[in-house]
Each structure stands twice: as C-alpha cells, then as structure tokens.
C-alpha cells in the first residue's frame, strides 16, 4: 500500500547517491477536501484530468441505466471504494501545461523543458513527473453532485442527485508527496527548480483533478507560500461565518458544507441577474462562459472558487434541536472586470438577502413541527473581507453587503448593470417581467427592510450553545408574516409564496427572509429582517398570492422599501 511513496524514496536517494541531488524535487501538499479522481464502477466518467480540461457529462451513456448512480443504493452498498488513490504524474504535468499556457512570456520555455507534440515532430521534456500518493493510504469515498437551478431558479422540481467517488471523505486533510525529477545528462539543477517553481504555483492555484473551478481538489503548500494569480486575474478572499440547521453531502445524517454549496449559491444568483437583463438563452450562456458548463457540451469557465476549512467546522449546538456553524475562507478568483465589475457586485446583493446551503430562505430560527417537535430552520450567513483604512493605511476587517438604504442599494445595482452592458452589449435586452422566474431586477422582485427581532435563535458563545426559551421571539415582523395563518393568504407552507418543504413534492418559497444585526430605531428593534420576494412573473396589482404578500409588506410599521417594485399606492 505504500509503493507510490517507498518508490519516491527510492528515486531520491539514487539521485544522493549519484551526487545529482539537484535533479530531484519533491515537498508535501495537502488535499484540503476531495479531488475528483478515476473510479471504479464507472471509471470512464469520472477520471481525473488536467485542470485545463472540461470535465465529461453527468449523464451516463449508452446502454448505462441512470440507477446505477442512485446515491442512496451506492451508500447502502458502496460507500467507500476497495481502492486506494493517487494524483497520477501526468495529471500534474498537465495542471502545469495549462498554468504555463496562461503566461506568454515563459511558453517558449515550458515547451523546451516539458516538450511538445506537432504535426510532424513529438520533443521530448527534460522534467519528469511522479504520481503522488497520500502519506498514508486512503480510499475512495462517495459523493453527490445535485443539481439544483431547475429547482431553486425555476421552480420545477427537485433535482436527482448523482453519485461519484472522490479521493477523501471531506472532513479530513489529506497530505500528498508531490515529486519531481531532471533527466540526468539533459536536465540542469537550475531547470529542475525553474519547473518545481511552476509547480508550487500551478497545484496552489489550480488544485488538482477534475472540477476543481467548483472546490474540489483544493491544494495547500505552506502558510508562508506567496500564490500568484493568473495575469489580468485576481483573487477575493472573504472570511466565512455559517450558522445553519446543517448541510449535508450523499448522507443526510451526517452534516457537511461542501464546496458545491457555495458554487450552487453562486451561480444560481449570477442566473437570477442575468435572467433580468438577457433573454432566458443569452442568460444561461452568460452563465456558462461564466462557470462553466457541462450539457448539452462541455465548456470551461472563467470564475473559479475555493474553499478553505477554518479551525471551527461543523461544530454543533449542545441541545436539541442542533445547529451547526463552519467557520472558513472563500476564494473567488476571475479576471479582474468580471470578478469586480460583475461577480462581487451579485454577491453583496446575495450576502443581505439570505444564507447558503439547506435553508437559505430563512434566518435561523427553531420551528415547532405538527407533532410537537422542535426543529432547527434557516441560516446565519456573514461575509467580512480586509480592506486598508485610508487614513491609518492599516488593514480592516468589515462586513461585505450593503447599508440599509434605497439610494444605495440603486445605485449598485445600476453600476452593476452598466458593466453588464460594456461586457455584453449584444445580449442585453429589456427587463424579463413576465418570466415566471426567480428573477432579481427593479422590475421583477422587491427588497424590504422591517423590524426585529429582539432575542436571537442561540446564544453564539461556542462552546456550550443553548437556544432561546422563545421560539416566536427570534422571528421579526417578516417571519411573522410568512408564519401568519390567516385565510386566504395562509402564505406559510403555500407552495405560491412560502413554499412547502415538508411534502413530497417540495417547493421552493418565493420570499427569502435574513436577519441583520441593525437596530430599527422607528420600531426600536435591536435586529431587522431584510425580504427579497421574487414576483416570478406576477404583476403588483393582481390578485396573485405574492401581490397580496408585497402590499402587506408595503403597509407593515416600520417597513422601509429597499430596491425593486413597490405596491400600487392605492391597492
């Protein structure tokens, strides 16, 4: 079990031996949480390629019946695979390849050192590249991929979840020798460190394997490691606070914030800008371009995403019923324009309406089923980055969003869209008000801000949290109106408005409800609660269930209108 590295071993010490130590590199790199990797029983879809390469379809192919990727029978059967995996050499070879192709002024160089293929000559490289293997031997484990736009976006139905097997289970770390070696009587000492350069910077950058622009196959070299992005590339790091009634991957019971999560956040709130200002084809290849797609043809995106576990992971509440809280960093990384024109803009607007993963649409809370149970719902997102102070040229850490006022809210949304029309002047077209949609524009959904609550869901002194004696004191006046039962609206478990996760057919609500920690002084509430609610192609004067839900925010004390549609002045 321990060839691949004892063979590492063995390399290096023949190169000691031969006085040619120079000629050989290697260091560890950690796996921070799964890398897609080639697997058994389906091993010609799931492979470990390039992070240069677009990856292959989920949909099985021919004469393969979708069953035998049920994730619920895999995890009953084969939850762990009896394989152990690697990084094979030619993998990281090409992670470098593709890394080097990003910089004009050392192409040259890399084809010298690493060789090349055309139409009449195949050269050969001087750098030889190792399969890396864990420092200690770990299988391959299940995981799911669960789409989710149809169902968040569109309202159409569950997605299916899909299995796949990945090297690592997600919750620990895994440590990886990474070599390389010159080619004696070709290779120079000085070549062999010019290539290991690249290959710090290429596995740090890209990670390894397939889909690694969603998180997987994130890898770390050293706290003090300097990572440089792709030219006219940059990265933005948040500082990550989740509280959550928990996510999970391929078993329920077992809570897990996945990279994926964070991607499916993403993308579906770029599809919810886009679908506001480009028609329903232009917007989902504006989203493809954007992040990728993989049907009905595979294409690489630009933006890609990372994320980095903190010290405090999954950590859980002391009583029933649980919740959960991760701590981390999240990378996105873009050209510049897009990722500062485009991508950050969206993600301010998405920090204040709501959460991520399960639960997103509700602040946390405890919710008193039928049966008299308690459960945890909802979700306690905060985003903070640095920025230098321009007075003290020191380093801040502040909350990303935005300020709880219309003028500003406006004029984001109007430098947002402005960026959108440089980039794409082709494709932007007038407001989707008729698509029935989760469409985010001034047209087509409307943001509140309303009173309270007082009393939070728990008291965040990790460890040993408690939660409040007082279930209805930790929902502020928009919680209370989606709980409110008062016929006809009935707007709670209403699959036209506070959607119904409860049943068999679950159904997204159309109202997303986040609580913020800024007092209302009119209402004197130490919290507000910020309502995005989607119109989803309804009109604000019709007799739809969402109509009557926008003029009862309109008429509620203390509401102050944000950004997007209002209700008639005279209902």
């Given amino acids: ?30 796996i921070q949480w799964r890398a897609k990797v080639g697997s058994f029983p389906h091993p010609d879809v799931e492979t470990i390629v390039s992070a240069g390469e677009p990856c292959g379809a989920w949909r099985p192919t021919q004469g393969r019946p979708e069953d035998k990727r049920n994730v619920n029978e895999n995890w009953e059967r084969l939850r762990v695979l009896p394989l152990n995996g690697y990084i094979p050499g030619a993998s990281i070879r090409g992670i470098v390849r593709a890394w080097a192709k990003q910089r004009p002024d050392i192409l040259s160089r890399m084809y010298e050192l690493l060789g090349y293929q055309n139409n009449d000559t195949i050269t050969a490289g001087k750098i030889e590249f190792l399969d890396a293997w864990p420092d200690e031997p770990t299988k391959l484990t299940l995981d799911i ?11 159409q139905g569950q997605g299916k979840p899909l299995s796949l097997y990945t090297l690592g289970n997600g919750e620990d770390y895994i440590p990886v020798t990474v070599a390389i070696r010159g080619i004696p009587g070709r290779a120079t000492d000085a070549e062999v460190s010019e290539v290991w350069g690249w290959v ?8 390894v394997g397939s889909r690694t622009a ?38 329920m019971q077992t809570m897990e914030l ?24 232009d917007a989902k290849k504006t989203v493809g371009e954007l992040l990728g797609t993989l049907e009905p043809e595979t294409r690489k995106g630009c933006v890609r995403l990372q994320m980095l576990k903190g010290s405090t992971w999954g950590d859980s509440s002391s009583g029933q019923p649980r919740f959960y809280v991760w701590k981390g960093k999240l990378q996105i990384s873009a050209p510049k324009d897009i990722l500062n024109k485009i991508i950050l803009p969206i993600i301010r607007f998405a920090v204040m309406v709501g959460g991520v993963g399960r639960g997103w649409r509700r602040p946390l809370h405890i919710f008193h089923m039928n049966n008299g149970h308690a459960a945890a719902r909802g979700t306690l997102l905060t985003l903070t980055h640095k920025i230098k102070n321009p007075n003290t040229h020191q380093w801040e850490t502040k909350p990303y969003g935005l300020p709880l006022n219309a003028a500003t809210w406006n004029k984001a949304y109007q430098d947002w869209l402005s960026a959108v029309q440089s980039q794409w002047p082709d494709r932007v ?10 469409v985010f524009s001034p047209n087509t959904c409307a943001i509140y801000a309303v009173p309270g609550p007082d009393s939070e869901p728990i008291e965040r002194q990790e460890p040993g949290w408690k939660q409040a004696d007082d279930a209805e004191a930790t929902r502020g006046d928009g919680m209370y109106l989606i709980y409110q039962q008062t016929a006809p609206r009935n707007y709670k478990r209403n699959p036209d408005i506070g959607g119904n996760a409860g049943a068999g057919n679950a159904s997204c609500s159309w109202a997303s409800i986040k609580r913020v920690n800024i007092p209302n002084r009119e209402q004197e509430t130490d919290c507000q609660e910020i309502v995005c609610l989607f119109m989803g192609g309804q009109t604000p004067n019709s007799n739809h269930v969402r109509s009557h839900f926008l003029r009862d925010l309109g008429n509620m004390n203390g509401a102050v209108h944000l950004f997007g549609v209002q209700p008639p002045t005279n209902p």
Avoid at 200 to 207: D, I, P, V
Avoid at 217 to 228: A, I, N
Avoid at 267 to 272: A, F, K, N, Q, V
Avoid at 429 to 438: F, G, L, M, P, R
């Fill in 1 to 30: 079990m321990y060839t691949g590295s004892r063979l590492i071993e063995l390399l290096e010490l023949q190169h000691q031996r031969r006085s040619q130590s120079g000629l050989f590199k290697k260091d560890t790199f950690t």
């Fill in 429 to 438: 077209t007038a407001d989707n008000h008729n698509i029935s949609a989760e």
């Fill in 214 to 251: 969603s998180g997987y196959g994130t890898l770390k070299f050293s706290d003090s490691f300097r990572l440089t992005p792709d030219p006219d590339c940059a990265i933005k790091q948040f500082d990550f606070s989740l509280y959550s009634q928990g996510s999970a991957g391929p078993n």
């Fill in 145 to 155: 991929v669960n789409p989710q736009q149809d169902f968040q976006v569109y309202h």
């Fill in 200 to 207: 710090q910077q290429a596995l740090s950058l890209y990670g």
């Fill in 258 to 281: 996945r990279p994926s999560h964070w991607r499916g956040w993403l993308r579906s709130w770029i599809l919810r800008f886009l679908l506001g200002v480009m028609s329903e084809q």
